[in-house]
């Protein structure tokens, strides 16, 4: 009898053991970018509980690391740069969960008032061989348009130029394409309105995407964790300014901004609450690598096993 209790007792702390590895306990790290993916999730981050460590960084570095080291369970990144990684490892970690930023890029001009206008013209773009870069490239060639572009390193760079009167005509991004227009007469054209025309379809550009790891995508907790991130997208358009208020809060580089500002800007950042489209996903690589740009994508079309 006493073996039997000692028995059970062992397979009680066993469990009890097991269970902490995978309950509510279990510990998971998120690194995202500072810009639109941050918007878009920062009420998830604003209310993440202590299970849930969330890192905001600038630039790419931290993100090809994060790949690389298998260093976070959630990547928020450039859905080009996952695929890039993917074809490039053998032992990639992550499918990519969804997209949820598309096309935010705008063009705007006190020159031209359309896309053809452009033709023998010059304007000021930046991204050259990242989203911004390729999608205005492929639009050029598409239209069959002569364009002189200079490339500058950042989307405030350009917004600099159209401000002090040293450039006519630019691409820029939301949130900064509806702040540094306030008050301002510059003509505007949508990026994304042009990819869908040229596309023939309702196609999105998938921009940045959430990338889980690939063992921990089927957990309760974890599916829990992107419900809640989904949620946090979904206030883009039911409660922007809710959605404002929790960026300015998490995110530094958002804390000089007004909440007014930045909730007028956030329903034109076309953060996307779809639910996967593959195809679409391809149609944008397709595209990158038609313009000899196959590189940033790893040179090929990313088989099913990068997706969710």
Not at 38 to 50: H, P, Q, R, Y
Not at 212 to 222: A, E, L, P
Not at 249 to 265: C, G, H, I, M, R
Request: charged share 20%; with cysteine.
């Amino acid at each position: 009898m006493k073996k039997i209790i000692n028995l059970f007792v062992v397979m009680f702390f066993v469990l009890l053991v097991n269970g902490c590895n995978v309950g509510s306990g279990t510990k998971y790290s998120v690194i995202m970018p500072t810009g639109a993916p941050s918007i878009a999730l920062a009420d998830f981050t604003k209310n993440s509980s202590e299970e849930l460590d969330i890192d905001i960084v600038n630039g790419s570095e931290p993100l090809v690391s994060a790949f690389t080291k298998g260093e976070y369970d959630i990547i928020v990144a450039p859905v080009n740069l996952g695929a890039k990684l993917y074809n490039a490892s053998e032992n990639f970690q992550y499918v990519l969960y969804k997209p949820i930023v598309g096309c935010n890029y705008y063009i705007l001009s006190s020159e031209v008032s359309s896309f053809n206008e452009l033709d023998g013209k010059e304007m000021v773009g930046f991204g050259e061989a990242s989203t911004p870069g390729v999608m205005l490239k492929t639009l050029i060639a598409h239209y069959g348009l002569s364009v002189n572009v200079t490339y500058q390193n950042s989307v405030n760079e350009a917004n600099g130029l159209l401000a002090a009167g040293n450039a006519k005509t630019i691409i820029t991004a939301e949130p900064s394409k509806t702040i540094i227009s306030k008050g301002k007469d510059y003509n505007e054209i949508d990026i994304a309105a042009l990819w869908k025309e040229m596309a023939g379809s309702d196609y999105d550009v998938p921009q940045a995407g959430i990338f889980v790891r690939k063992s921990y995508v089927k957990r309760d907790n974890v599916k829990e964790i992107l419900a809640n991130m989904e949620a946090s997208v979904g206030l883009a358009y039911s409660n922007p300014t809710l959605l404002a208020e929790s960026a300015i809060a998490v995110d530094p580089n958002f804390s000089k901004q007004t909440v007014e500002n930045l909730a007028t800007a956030i329903p034109n950042c076309n953060f996307l609450t779809k639910e996967m489209n593959i195809e679409e996903v391809e149609y944008y690589f397709s595209k990158i690598i038609e313009l000899g740009l196959g590189v940033s994508v790893g040179g090929k079309l990313p088989d099913e096993g990068f997706y969710y």
